[in-house]
T-cell receptor, first 113, second 113 residues
Framework: QKEVEQNSGPLSVPEGAIASLNCTYSDRGSQSFFWYRQYSGKSPELIMFIYSNGDKEDGRFTAQLNKASQYVSLLIRDSQPSDSATYLCAVRGRGSTLGRLYFGRGTQLTVWP | GAGVSQSPSNKVTEKGKDVELRCDPI?????LYWYRQSLGQGLEFLIY????????KSGLPSDRFSAERTGGSVSTLTIQRTQQEDSAVYLC???????????FGEGSRLTVL
């Protein structure tokens, strides 16, 4: 089983702040990385994916990937209370496990007004 | 609806009984996944189907678990002789291809008494 590690949190930030969520992975050859958001009692939904080293921005969200350090992060700018959720990092398998997506345990984020 | 549909949404059963969980994926999606999520835990991969290829069953936790996908569409996850440790939310997801961009259903919450 591929290892995907996340700080379990909880992470608590005030409204308007930047929330930083971190994830490390064990397979150096991994190529595809995903961030899912899961509201309490709901199913995960994809918010971003990143394949190349560097930053990828989508609105208030920025995904950062550093393959050399086996590290992927998600920054949420101007955090809103509606961003309060658990954020799941996921890494796609490769080779015989190409179709599999390995998830971390998630980081719970609370944004307080 | 256009999303992934799962049934039942809730199932309470007695230890030792068999249960069947159903998943109807998004039309046209060739990949279908089953994950389970226990309270406070991450997503545990169970099985995935891709087109007409043999399914990747390597995540099934025991031979009491089985799944099939008929006609490349609807899937059924069967748990025989349920145990209390099988209690979890069983999530089905589909994808247009094995890209890692999964669309999840609302899940089936299984409680084994």
């Amino acid at each position: 089983q591929k290892e995907v590690e996340q700080n379990s949190g909880p992470l608590s930030v005030p409204e308007g702040a930047i929330a930083s969520l971190n994830c490390t992975y064990s397979d150096r050859g991994s190529q595809s990385f995903f961030w899912y958001r899961q509201y309490s009692g709901k199913s995960p939904e994809l918010i971003m994916f990143i394949y190349s080293n560097g930053d990828k921005e989508d609105g208030r969200f920025t995904a950062q990937l550093n393959k050399a350090s086996q590290y992927v992060s998600l920054l949420i700018r101007d955090s809103q209370p509606s961003d309060s959720a658990t954020y799941l990092c996921a890494v796609r398998g490769r080779g015989s496990t190409l179709g599999r997506l390995y998830f971390g345990r998630g980081t719970q984020l609370t944004v307080w007004p | 609806g256009a999303g992934v549909s799962q049934s039942p949404s809730n199932k309470v059963t007695e230890k030792g009984k068999d249960v069947e969980l159903r998943c109807d994926p998004i039309s046209g999606h060739t990949a279908l996944y089953w994950y389970r999520q226990s309270l406070g835990q991450g997503l545990e991969f169970l099985i995935y189907f891709q087109g007409n290829s043999a399914p990747d069953k390597s995540g099934l936790p025991s031979d009491r678990f089985s799944a099939e996908r008929t006609g490349g569409s609807v899937s059924t996850l069967t748990i025989q002789r349920t145990q209390q440790e099988d209690s979890a939310v069983y999530l089905c997801a589909s994808s247009p291809a094995i890209t890692g961009e999964l669309f999840f259903g609302e899940g089936s919450r299984l409680t084994v008494l």
